[in-house]
């Protein structure tokens, strides 16, 4: 059983495009979060839900915009894609405790790639 | 320089050698996590320490964190090719910092040679 997946895995679209990316957990967990991978591996949170509220919006551009359904659901919608927006695009779960961060489960990830 | 930082950036090593990693951060701590990646897949969490501990152990993994250094390091004893893959320190900030998220370092690359 998956435990963290996303959708698609691999995304491949124009400059100028609009996507959406989903991501689901199984795990019962309270927090989702969305980070983003350059090329250089250096991995970088966007957003955080907690209970379908959002804790952590870390200066993404407002083309990004998570939304959640629910709170086995995070799903990362782009507008207006430009090439700087090619990366992985990680989705994590975890249980937070008294503010405190436990561990993260992560997706697959999802490469996307802006022509 | 980024909280949580790995060095080496790459380390090549045969296989049934050990293995050291050490990540540095600057500011005050929960927790402090290591998380290994396969090339192409997501991270998968390997061993979390807390900020009152100085050494846990899981298999042939061994994490120490010295708090007055702000440094941690992993050691994998014996290694082997499956090891192969990057690894991440982590690192959970005290709810009083405003700081609710972990923050990744930029990895060390590890291959074990057969």
């Known amino acids: 059983d998956t435990a963290v997946s996303q959708t698609p895995k691999y995304l491949v679209t124009q400059m100028g495009n609009d996507k959406s990316i989903k991501c689901e957990q199984n795990l019962g967990h309270d927090t989702m979060y969305w980070y983003k991978q350059d090329s250089k591996k250096f991995l970088k949170i966007m957003f955080s839900?907690?209970?379908?509220?959002?804790?952590i919006n870390e200066t993404v551009p407002n083309r990004f915009s998570p939304k959640s359904p629910d709170k086995a659901h995070l799903n990362l919608h782009i507008n207006s894609l430009e090439l700087g927006d090619s990366a992985v695009y990680f989705c994590?779960?975890?249980?937070?405790?008294?503010?405190?961060?436990?561990?993260?489960?992560f997706g697959p990830g999802t490469r996307l790639t802006v022509l | 320089s980024q909280q949580g930082e790995e060095d080496p950036q790459a380390l090549s090593i045969q296989e049934g050698e050990n293995a050291t990693m050490n990540c540095s951060y600057k500011t005050s701590i929960n927790n402090l996590q290591w998380y290994r990646q396969n090339s192409g897949r997501g991270l998968v969490h390997l061993i979390l320490i807390r900020s009152n501990e100085r050494e846990k152990h899981s298999g042939r993994l061994r994490v120490t964190l010295d708090t007055s250094k702000k440094s941690s390091s992993l050691l994998i004893t014996a290694s082997r090719a499956a090891d192969t893959a990057s690894y991440f320190c982590a690192t959970d900030a005290p709810k009083d910092t405003g700081r609710r998220a972990l923050t990744f370092g930029s990895g060390t690359r590890l291959q074990v040679q057969p």
């Open positions: 994590a779960s975890s249980q937070r405790t008294s503010g405190r961060t436990d561990t993260q489960y």
């Open positions: 839900y907690n209970n379908k509220e959002l804790i």
